[in-house]
């Protein structure tokens, strides 16, 4: 599958260096949040990447939650365990959990279903900020801290009719927003589609931290920096993939 360039394997453990990160993260989710840049002090493997392994490894299941308990940071080594269980624990060497996953019905590994699925959803997740969350914040009148931001991936869960349909397709559906001092929670949810038939729906819960009174102008030049430092890296892959 597509995803063996984004990691290695050393010690029969996943080993997922910053550098294939933040690519997938970039140049696979279009996500640049800046918790996935290489020389971050706070790097993290974007939850997208895991999620996407935990298919490649153990496929889709009709019904699946899965809790990031832990920040994965450069070279981590990753347990995977072999198991058919209903739920899995991804750890480091040290036993320390990163992600949990639960599991029931219906199970596919289908290459093509699980390829096209992952591809949908981290372009769906990816996009998240700023044309998501930024309207999420702005209504319930908080931000983040601009100067450090951080918006962590929690969870996400996804409920399928059938694993049995093809060429899946993401549809977002409304957002909500809860907000506990200087805390809040989103829950981005969407629903699945095969043609013009929901198959399926689910909702990716991210945590934003560091709350502060929404500032217009101040965001307005954060997203608008984002977009620009978005839209300079993907023009210069362009640039390199024709020059290749």
Same mark, same amino acid.
């Given at each position: 599958?597509?995803?063996?360039?984004?990691?290695?394997?050393?010690?029969?453990?996943?080993?997922i260096?910053? &550098?294939?990160? /933040?690519?997938?993260?970039?140049?696979?989710?279009?996500?640049?949040?800046?918790?996935? =840049?290489? @020389?971050?002090?706070?790097?993290?493997?974007?939850g @997208?990447?895991?999620?996407?392994l935990?298919?490649e490894?153990?496929g889709? /299941?009709?019904?699946?939650?899965?809790?990031? /308990? +832990?920040?994965?940071?450069?070279?981590?080594? %990753?347990?995977?365990?072999?198991?058919?269980? &209903?739920?899995?624990?991804v $750890? =480091?060497?040290?036993?320390?959990?990163? %992600?949990?996953?639960?599991r029931? +019905?219906?199970?596919? *590994? #289908?290459?093509?279903?699980?390829?096209?699925?992952? *591809? @949908?959803?981290?372009?769906? #997740?990816?996009?998240?900020?700023?044309y998501?969350l930024?309207?999420?914040?702005?209504?319930?009148?908080?931000?983040?801290?601009?100067?450090?931001? %951080?918006?962590?991936?929690? #969870?996400? $869960?996804?409920?399928?009719?059938?694993? =049995?349909?093809e060429?899946?397709?993401?549809?977002?559906?409304?957002?909500?927003?809860?907000?506990?001092?200087?805390?809040?929670?989103?829950?981005?949810?969407?629903?699945?589609? #095969?043609? $013009?038939?929901?198959?399926?729906?689910?909702?990716?819960?991210?945590?934003?931290?560091?709350? *502060? @009174?929404?500032?217009?102008?101040?965001? *307005?030049?954060?997203? &608008?920096?984002y977009?620009?430092?978005?839209?300079?890296?993907?023009?210069?892959?362009?640039?390199?993939?024709?020059?290749?």
């Amino acid at each position: 599958m597509f995803l063996k360039e984004y990691y290695d394997v050393q010690d029969n453990c996943v080993c997922i260096t910053a &550098e294939q990160a /933040s690519i997938f993260a970039k140049e696979v989710a279009h996500d640049f949040n800046p918790l996935h =840049d290489v @020389d971050n002090k706070r790097f993290c493997v974007p939850g @997208d990447l895991l999620f996407s392994l935990v298919l490649e490894k153990y496929g889709l /299941s009709q019904n699946m939650h899965f809790i990031f /308990s +832990g920040m994965v940071g450069h070279a981590v080594l %990753l347990n995977f365990p072999t198991t058919d269980a &209903e739920h899995i624990d991804v $750890t =480091d060497q040290q036993g320390k959990t990163y %992600l949990q996953i639960t599991r029931s +019905g219906q199970l596919t *590994r #289908s290459q093509a279903l699980i390829e096209t699925l992952i *591809r @949908d959803y981290v372009a769906f #997740s990816g996009q998240n900020f700023p044309y998501v969350l930024v309207p999420l914040l702005a209504k319930e009148n908080v931000m983040f801290n601009i100067d450090r931001p %951080l918006v962590i991936y929690e #969870s996400m $869960t996804l409920n399928l009719q059938t694993v =049995d349909f093809e060429q899946p397709s993401l549809e977002m559906l409304d957002p909500t927003m809860e907000v506990n001092g200087k805390r809040a929670t989103a829950f981005l949810h969407f629903q699945i589609k #095969s043609g $013009t038939k929901v198959v399926g729906t689910g909702f990716k819960k991210l945590t934003v931290s560091g709350l *502060r @009174d929404y500032e217009a102008e101040p965001m *307005r030049v954060f997203v &608008e920096e984002y977009l620009a430092r978005k839209q300079s890296y993907l023009v210069d892959i362009e640039v390199a993939a024709f020059n290749y």
